[in-house]
């Protein structure tokens, strides 16, 4: 309702994360989660403009845009992760190999591959095979957590363990 909002700092209606190091003077849109007497908001999109003439501050308006959001987090996920086991894909092992080699802090990688899994679905069914690696997944997952390492489906029954920071074989 207007009596909530006419006359307050925009800064009281953005989540504190959303508003870190925003200076709003030049942007013509904010898009941030808003506050409400609820604790966290949605997002919402508000175009910006400055108020002319004798008043002083903004005036704008929200447009609640929490579903495009969480459809952009879906699909960004979706990139970057295996659906089945939902252990980072391929793209994301590359890009996280690339950065940790960058950095030459030393890391190691583990190859796994099933041995004869083409046997296991062939004669348990797919959906068997799919919880082989899901477990296998789980598994592999908790091993390298704790190290602050990854594993990630390569592909198929592939996957590739990465650990960090290791600098002696």
């Known amino acids: 309702p207007d ?52 008043q002083t501050g ?12 969480q459809l952009e987090e879906e699909l960004t996920w979706s990139a970057e992760h295996d659906p089945l086991t939902g252990l980072p894909n391929r793209r994301q092992l590359s890009r996280v190999v690339d950065a940790l080699a960058a950095r030459q802090e030393g890391l190691a ?14 004669s348990l069914g797919h959906e068997v095979g799919d919880a082989l690696l899901q477990a ?3 598994r592999l997952a908790r091993i390298v957590s704790p190290y602050g390492g990854m594993a990630a489906r390569f592909g198929g029954d592939e996957f590739v363990l990465v650990a960090p920071g290791l600098c002696d074989p």
């Not at 904010?30 to 949605?42: I, L, M, T």
């Not at 929200?62 to 495009?68: G, K, L």
Request: net charge negative; hydrophobic share 45%.
């Open 58 to 69: 903004w005036i704008s308006h929200c447009i609640d845009i929490s579903a495009r959001r």
């Open 109 to 122: 990688l583990l190859f796994v591959d099933v041995d004869d899994f083409k046997v296991i679905n062939d």
């Open 3 to 54: 009596v909530d909002v006419i006359g307050r700092e925009l800064s009281e209606f953005i989540v504190g994360e959303d508003l870190a190091g925003r200076s709003f003077p030049g942007f013509d849109a904010v898009e941030a989660r808003h506050g409400d007497r609820s604790g966290w908001g949605e997002w919402h999109h508000a175009p910006l403009r400055a108020a002319c003439g004798e």
């Open 136 to 138: 296998l997944a789980g």
